[in-house]
């Protein structure tokens, strides 16, 4: 079994800056692509960034410019630099990857359980 468990949310004024984290544990052989997603209330999840097992990143155009994301394979740990915060950006904001437990068993998807980050104006 495979956990994600985010992390670093919390209230930051317009223009300020957070970063999240997300570490993986549990049975894990190898950790493919990874991304982080957010969901405002009433509305459908959505992709804020991805980052592939080698290290290619792509962003929503929304955020381009201001979010950096990265992983630490070491760590089994992906983060997301948020920058010029805007009060939009506020939303619960979710990890997820795919993920092979062994040689001999196929891809799963993994999500962790939201943390909130709220930007006042």
């Known amino acids: 079994q495979v956990q994600l468990v985010e992390s670093g949310g919390g209230l930051v004024q317009a223009g300020g800056s957070l970063r999240l984290s997300c570490a993986a544990s549990?049975?894990?052989?190898?950790?493919?692509?990874m991304a982080w997603y957010l969901q405002a209330p009433g509305k459908q999840r959505e992709l804020v960034a991805a980052?592939?097992?080698?290290?290619?990143?792509n962003y929503a155009d929304s955020v381009k410019g201001r979010f950096t994301i990265s992983r630490d394979n070491g760590k089994n740990t992906m983060y997301l630099q948020m920058n010029g915060l805007k009060p939009e950006d506020t939303a619960v904001y979710y990890c997820?990857?795919?993920?092979?437990?062994?040689?001999?068993?196929?891809?799963?998807?993994?999500w962790g359980q939201g943390t909130l980050v709220t930007v006042s104006s």
């Open positions: 997820a990857a795919h993920v092979d437990i062994s040689l001999v068993t196929s891809t799963r998807e993994y």
């Open positions: 980052i592939t097992g080698g290290g290619t990143t």
């Open positions: 549990g049975s894990i052989f190898r950790i493919h692509d």
